[in-house]
């Protein structure tokens, strides 16, 4: 995303099914969950949604989402995606852990850009969590 927000990438949006993009995420992200003894679950709900989107970008995406998610889920743990409709017209795309969660009070920081979890929970894991820019940049 920084790439895109920086002007180095653009964008190429398209109108595109949204459940490949998903599970081709999901794949490239099973070898980490594969290591860290985490189930993977992604099941279309049957609905046929898609977006006028970038598909390296919701991949990317999706890849990113779920590997943090893997990261922070205890081993045995369920990383699950799911993809429903929102609003109209609309697909909302979720991933769901059973990991720590995030501090109530780093909530408001939430898209602070490189913002993250107490140096006491990330020491325990690769990295601080997510780091997410802010979208207003």
């Known amino acids: ?3 895109i927000e920086a ?4 964008l190429k949006l398209e109108r595109q099914a949204l459940t490949p993009l998903i599970e ?4 490239m992200a099973q070898p980490i969950a ?8 992604f099941q279309p709900n049957g609905v046929d949604l898609s977006a006028n989107c970038d598909s390296r970008a919701v991949t ?7 590997s943090n ?11 699950e995606v799911r993809l429903e409709p929102s609003g109209v017209g609309g697909a909302k795309i ?3 852990d059973g990991g720590p969660g995030i501090e109530e009070d780093m909530l408001p920081r939430l898209f602070e850009a490189y913002a993250h979890r107490a140096a ?6 690769d990295g601080v969590g997510l780091a997410s820019p802010s979208p207003r940049r």
Request: hydrophobic share 35%; aromatic share 2%.
């Open 1 to 3: 995303m920084s790439k």
């Open 7 to 10: 002007g180095r990438q653009s």
């Open 24 to 27: 081709r995420g999901v794949r």
């Open 34 to 41: 594969e290591r860290r003894s985490v189930r993977l679950q």
């Open 60 to 66: 990317q995406m999706v890849i990113n989402l779920v």
């Open 69 to 79: 998610a893997v990261k922070f889920s205890p081993p045995g743990g369920t990383v």
């Open 94 to 96: 979720s991933v769901l």
């Open 120 to 125: 006491t929970t990330s020491a325990r894991h």
